[in-house]
């Protein structure tokens, strides 16, 4: 069965500074892996996608992912934290036709 | 109406209650989705329809009762629901379902229900 682990429940960050949310992936075969954002009171947005072809994936809001299959990890980046990043975010994997999500990451962003 | 829109917002019922939580996309797509997203919980898959058939119901109490009248519409009924029911539900779309989930989905932005 497919599943994510997101390492770390909170993380928080100066306005200014990048940005790293931690997502490792389990899966029997060439996944497809997506990180979705929550705002406060709404519904989750989609970040970006992977699947299988650039390693290195590019979205919206200047956040870009890294695929790497021999870490087994999907981490999130972006260079420089703004406070309307602050949210919750996911990391997904396919199981079939159903998404697997992670249990979220938390994203503080301090001025 | 552009996305997927949900209604009501914000529900509060009694657990003796009926009420039915509304769903609609406008995008084409031809899968619908319902979620039960509780404080300090993963995302939990509810049901799945494809084209208006249920594809998936993932072990899910019959006091929740979904219904797709056709691949626009979404409707998830309530009856006699228990105060842990209370959460937000979220419905999603997407274009189809993929036997590799290729494709992404698309979120209303829930429903809050509080069940008294």
């Known amino acids: 069965a497919q599943s994510v682990t997101q390492l770390d429940s909170h993380v928080s960050v100066s306005e200014g500074t990048p940005v790293l949310l931690r997502c490792n992936y389990s899966s029997s075969y060439s996944p497809s892996l997506f990180w979705y954002v929550q705002h406060p009171n709404k519904g989750l947005q989609l970040l970006l996608k992977?699947?299988?072809?650039?390693?290195l994936v590019k979205g919206i809001n200047g956040f870009e992912a890294e695929f790497k299959k021999s870490e087994t990890s999907f981490h999130l980046t972006k260079p420089s934290a703004h406070m309307s990043d602050a949210a919750e975010y996911f990391c997904v994997v396919n199981s079939g036709n159903k998404l697997v999500f992670g249990a979220g990451t938390i994203l503080r962003v301090k001025s | 109406e552009t996305g997927v829109t949900q209604t009501p917002r914000h529900l509060v019922m009694g657990m003796t209650n009926k009420k039915s939580l509304k769903c609609e996309q406008h995008?084409?797509?031809?899968?619908m989705y319902w979620y039960k997203q509780s404080a300090k919980k993963p995302l939990e898959l509810m049901f799945v329809y494809s084209l208006e058939e249920r594809v998936e119901n993932n072990s899910v109490p019959s006091r929740f009762s979904p219904e797709c009248p056709n691949s626009s519409h979404l409707f998830l009924h309530l009856h006699t629901l228990q105060p842990e029911d209370s959460a937000l539900y979220l419905c999603?779309?997407?274009?189809?379902?993929?036997?590799?989930?290729?494709?992404?989905?698309?979120f209303g932005p829930g429903t809050r229900l509080t069940v008294t």
């Open positions: 999603a779309s997407s274009q189809d379902l993929g036997s590799r989930g290729w494709y992404e989905q698309y």
């Open positions: 995008l084409g797509h031809n899968a």
């Open positions: 992977y699947t299988s072809a650039a390693t």
